[in-house]
């Protein structure tokens, strides 16, 4: 069974420039979530999505982040227009399964760099 | 809010030997998970080992098993007979177990390295 996808692995942009990443979670895993990772930090969570609705968006920086899941599968992050700051790995995950536990599988991420 | 504190920024230890990694927390709920994440250079975080709150019984996988003190909230790693594979970064995670609210929050990590 394939893992979560993300591409691309490694970006480098001039900052004001646009930047995308892409994810594609588990087949079945309903839940899927963006995940930023500064340097030296543990991840923090960005955004989660239930099917295609965005549930959980408060730490999501809507000034210049978006985020899309249309059809309840894979999703898209975007920054616009990237900052120095905003340098740091973007981490996607996914879960799946009816009630109790479910387990968050991650991608490999994204390390983008702001120059 | 619950946060997830990990003092070692840094541990090293001898292959085969045995290390533990330290974890606090702090949270007002009676049940929850807590993780040991293993990060290593290629990014993807792995699932090392889980606990659940209300369980008493200390989890264990293989060579890895935790220390769990709830009344200290404290949630220690062991790393048995480590191996050179063992190197990477350590995430200790929280999570609630309420339906709805299924986020991580992370500490910030100690970096294992493994001496030949």
């Known amino acids: 069974e394939a893992g979560v996808v993300q591409s691309p692995r490694y970006k480098i942009i001039e900052k004001k420039q646009p930047v995308a990443f892409w994810c594609n979670p588990i087949s079945g895993h309903n839940t899927l979530y963006w995940y930023l990772q500064n340097l030296g930090q543990g991840p923090e969570l960005l955004i989660r999505?239930?099917?295609?609705?965005?549930?959980?968006d408060s730490q999501l920086p809507k000034d210049r982040f978006s985020a899309e899941r249309l059809k309840g599968v894979d999703s898209t992050l975007k920054i616009q227009p990237a900052e120095l700051g905003d340098s740091a790995v973007y981490l996607c995950?996914?879960?799946?399964?009816?009630?109790?536990?479910?387990?968050?599988?991650f991608g490999p991420g994204t390390r983008l760099t702001v120059l | 809010a619950q946060t997830v504190t990990q003092s070692q920024p840094e541990m090293s230890v001898q292959e085969a030997e045995t290390v533990t990694l330290s974890c606090t927390y702090d949270t007002s709920e009676s049940d929850y998970y807590l993780f040991w994440y293993k990060q290593p250079p290629s990014r993807q975080m792995i699932l090392v080992i889980r606990q659940e709150a209300y369980k008493q019984q200390n989890a264990t996988e293989n060579r890895f098993s935790v220390n769990f003190q709830k009344a200290a909230k404290s949630f220690s790693l062991k790393i048995s007979d480590s191996q050179l594979g063992d190197a990477a970064m350590y995430f200790c995670a929280y999570r609630t177990v309420l339906f709805g609210n299924e986020k991580l929050t992370f500490g910030t990590g100690t970096r294992l390295t493994i001496i030949p």
């Open positions: 995950a996914s879960s799946g399964g009816e009630g109790g536990y479910n387990e968050q599988f």
């Open positions: 999505y239930e099917n295609e609705e965005a549930v959980d």
